[in-house]
Nanobody
Framework: VQLVESGGGSVQAGGSLRLSCAAFGSTVSSYCMAWFRQVPGMEREYIAIIDKTGNTNYADSVKGRFTISRDSAKNTLDLQMNSLNPDDTAMYYC??????????????????????WGQGTQVTVSS
């Protein structure tokens, strides 16, 4: 399974971008899908998670500005990013968790719990 992100780029502060992620290859049933981001020299951090029922979890840094959505039938994942600021500059990764997940539990925020990853798409926000 290969995940491919698109939609990154450069934007001025206050602008918007929409990231998309599509899965190619074998079908993977992912209860949990997520977006992470990483700045050079820093750990990768989760920013938004969505489960198959539509429950979402956002990092405080993006809450109210970013919206995660998914199409489970198409195995696609999107991230609408509004009111971007320079602190949002990072490489953005989509991640799917394959395999069994106890749906009584919230989807994990740790990147180690996700086993399918995209190659990343760069988002640069200038002031």
């Amino acid at each position: 399974v290969q995940l491919v992100e698109s939609g990154g780029g450069s934007v001025q502060a206050g602008g918007s971008l929409r990231l998309s992620c599509a899965a190619f290859g074998s079908t993977v049933s992912s209860y949990c899908m997520a977006w992470f981001r990483q700045v050079p020299g820093m750990e990768r951090e989760y920013i938004a998670i969505i489960d198959k029922t539509g429950n979402t979890n956002y990092a405080d840094s993006v809450k109210g500005r970013f919206t995660i959505s998914r199409d489970s039938a198409k195995n696609t994942l999107d991230l609408q990013m509004n009111s971007l600021n320079p602190d949002d500059t990072a490489m953005y990764y989509c991640a799917f968790r394959g395999g069994v997940w106890d749906t009584r539990r919230s989807c994990p925020v740790e990147d180690s719990k996700y086993n399918y990853w995209g190659q990343g798409t760069q988002v640069t926000v200038s002031s």
